[in-house]
């Protein structure tokens, strides 16, 4: 059984960092796209970054600040952020496709099982 359970949101002020880690059990993360998307009160789930069998992909306004990670022995996605702005502020959640992708996966139609998402939360 499939299981995605993230951790490592919290509230920090604006310019400060946040590590987000998602421990997967049920299957093999290097075998599948994985990614974390996010949702904004009021809007809709938002890819923010994957990884699929072509390399890591993000959306344009995070590039050059988040950092997509995979630890294979661990089986366990991590997302650090830095240089965090307000506009981050969002429920993140991790989630796995159905097999493998080649090239961007940041589209949710790719993604199959997601976790219960944590809170990130930018704010002076």
């Known amino acids: 059984q499939v299981q995605l359970v993230e951790s490592g949101g919290g509230l920090v002020q604006p310019g400060g960092s946040l590590r987000l880690s998602c421990a997967a059990s049920?299957?093999?993360?290097?075998?599948?796209?994985i990614g974390w998307f996010r949702q904004a009160p009021g809007k809709g789930r938002e890819g923010v970054s994957c990884?699929?069998?072509?390399?890591?992909y993000y959306v344009d306004t995070v590039k050059g600040r988040f950092t997509v990670s995979r630890d294979n022995a661990k089986n366990t996605l991590y997302l650090q952020m830095n240089s965090l702005k307000p506009e981050d502020t969002g429920l993140y959640y991790c989630?796995?496709?159905?097999?493998?992708?080649?090239?961007?996966?940041?589209?949710?139609?790719?993604?199959?099982?997601w976790g219960q998402g944590t809170q990130v939360t930018v704010s002076s």
């Open positions: 989630t796995v496709g159905r097999g493998r992708h080649y090239g961007p996966c940041l589209t949710s139609e790719l993604y199959g099982s």
């Open positions: 049920g299957f093999t993360l290097n075998d599948y796209v």
């Open positions: 990884i699929s069998s072509t390399g890591t």
